[in-house]
């Protein structure tokens, strides 16, 4: 079986520059279909346009065929509405699009006690599990491994460290195929490696 091919759903996660996304990109484009990118990043700073832009050259050299959807808060719904039997799906990234919904109410939250999310994260990280559990293409999920460092300082920080590994094991279960990326190398967590 060639690296090619793909399992229904394929969960990739790794820490930080860790070669995630190349490894995803390898994979959808090594499927021989048609592939839309979802974008979840949102341009809220200099560094973070820095980042879309730099990610924008990067899939324009090498994949200026693939169709681009940016979707920061209903990823559920942009997969529903992307995914055929005939194309691959490719999500980047899970965390960002935690992080959107997190700060989708431009709320302050407290540096010490319970973090409320707003009543929009239960609502689409349902609907993603939910399309994830349904969706009848090939889809391709990134995310970041954000818990194995120190416990981070502030309330809001370790939330989302905590639902970062929760959402990671939810999706996990629902996929196929599982890899974790270090250092551009992938290491098949769960699935038959190709």
Known sequence: MSEGILNQRTLIFGGARSGKSAQAERLAAAAGKPVTYIAT???GDDEMAARIAAHRRQRGAHHADWETVEEQLALGDAIARCSTSGNVVLVDCLTVWLSNLLFSENR????VGEVEPPPRFAVERARLLQVLAQVEGEVVLVSNEVGMGIVPQGAVSRWFV???GRLNQAVAA??????????GLPLELKGRAC
Not at 108 to 111: F, K, Q, R, V
Not at 175 to 183: G, L, T
């Open 162 to 164: 905590d639902e970062a």
């Open 41 to 43: 990043a949102a341009i």
């Open 174 to 183: 629902i996929c196929e195929r599982v890899q974790f990326v270090a250092a």
């Open 108 to 111: 302050d939250y407290p540096e």
